[in-house]
Structures are given as C-alpha cells and as structure tokens.
C-alpha cells in the first residue's frame, strides 16, 4: 500500500465515503415514498457524500503518491464512463452536482 493510503485520515475518510455510498444505494430505490422529513435527510446524507468525494479528490490532486495518481485516473475514467468527456473538469462537475442536489432539496422542500 502506498503512503497516502496508509494514513490514517485518508484510510478513515475512504470508511466513510463507503459507508455513505452503501447507506444511500440501500434507500435512493424508496426515495419516492418515503416523507418528506426522510427525504431530507437522505439528500443531506448525499450532500455530505459529495463533499467529502471532492475533498478526497482535492486530496488526490495534490499528491505526488503513485496509487493517489491512479486512484484520482481512475475517477476521471469513471467519469468518462458516465458521459462527461475526457476534459471534464472535476470542480466544474462538482458544482454542478451540488446545484443539483441542492434543486432536489428545494423540489422536496417545497
């Protein structure tokens, strides 16, 4: 394992991310009936989730780590794979995602 992985934020943090991701692939299918108050709260727990990719990807950005660099090719090439063209820039589709989000608040909240 490289050095960046190996510390131990980042190790805690990768936890984390996982952890959201599950919690919320578990609920997004009875996303539509669930009321408004849990709808909520999913979309607050996606928010998070979404922060807590764009610091570990700034994290990424940063490092000179060889599996960092592979990692942060890795999550380009996934983005590819969602449609996004290869010059994506990933602050761009970060806000954008957040916007999103945020619409989807506003339409639950409403």
């Given at each position: 394992?490289?050095?960046?992985?190996?510390?131990?934020?980042?190790?805690?943090?990768?936890?984390?991310?996982?952890?959201?991701?599950?919690?919320?692939?578990?609920?997004?299918?009875?996303?539509?009936?669930?009321?408004?108050?849990?709808?909520?709260?999913?979309i607050?727990?996606?928010?998070?989730?979404?922060?807590?990719?764009?610091?570990?990807?700034?994290?990424?950005?940063?490092?000179?780590?060889?599996?960092?660099?592979?990692?942060?090719?890795?999550?380009?090439?996934?983005?590819?794979?969602?449609?996004?063209?290869?010059?994506?820039?990933?602050?761009?589709?970060f806000?954008?995602?957040?916007?999103?989000?945020?619409?989807?608040?506003?339409?639950?909240?409403?």
């Open positions: 394992m490289s050095n960046f992985f190996e510390s131990e934020i980042i190790h805690n943090e990768l936890k984390e991310i996982n952890n959201l991701q599950e919690e919320i692939y578990e609920r997004v299918l009875s996303f539509g009936i669930m009321d408004r108050e849990t709808k909520l709260e999913c607050d727990k996606l928010s998070t989730l979404l922060d807590k990719q764009e610091i570990l990807y700034t994290r990424l950005s940063l490092s000179d780590d060889p599996a960092a660099i592979e990692m942060k090719e890795n999550l380009r090439k996934s983005v590819m794979l969602m449609g996004f063209s290869a010059d994506t820039d990933m602050r761009t589709l806000n954008n995602m957040k916007k999103t989000i945020e619409s989807l608040k506003n339409y639950v909240d409403a």
